[in-house]
């Protein structure tokens, strides 16, 4: 299977019901977050592991819900989807301690 990646449709098989979903981040090469849909709380991001994840190609019918879902939730932090590609670390803010305030004696 080639490598996954952000928006690829994709079946997850977790040891019930195979769930239709897609990906919506690639932490690392291990794991991936992926919307699907959950019977009782509806479309909610699940992380999986890889080699639960098979690539699917047609468009199912809940994937219009996935799809809203993944365009209402901020991108992840510390730019993540980007690992191994050249990423840009972000800077550290306040790296250092204030200095001593003197009282002006």
């Given at each position: 299977m080639d490598a996954l990646r952000a928006g690829?449709?994709?079946?997850v098989a977790t040891g019930g019901p195979e769930l239709d979903g897609i990906v919506f981040?690639?932490?690392s090469p291990q794991?991936?977050?992926?919307?699907?849909v959950d019977a009782q709380r509806g479309p909610v991001l699940r992380t999986v592991a890889v080699d639960t994840v098979s690539e699917r190609e047609e468009a199912g019918p809940r994937d219009a819900a996935l799809q809203g879902l993944i365009r209402r939730t901020p991108p992840a932090a510390r730019g993540a989807g980007a690992a191994g590609k050249g990423?840009?670390?972000?800077?550290?803010?306040?790296?250092?301690g204030a200095a001593h305030r003197s009282t002006g004696r």
């Open positions: 690829q449709l994709v079946t981040d690639v932490p794991k991936l977050v992926v919307a699907v990423a840009v670390q972000a800077r550290r803010g306040h790296v250092r």
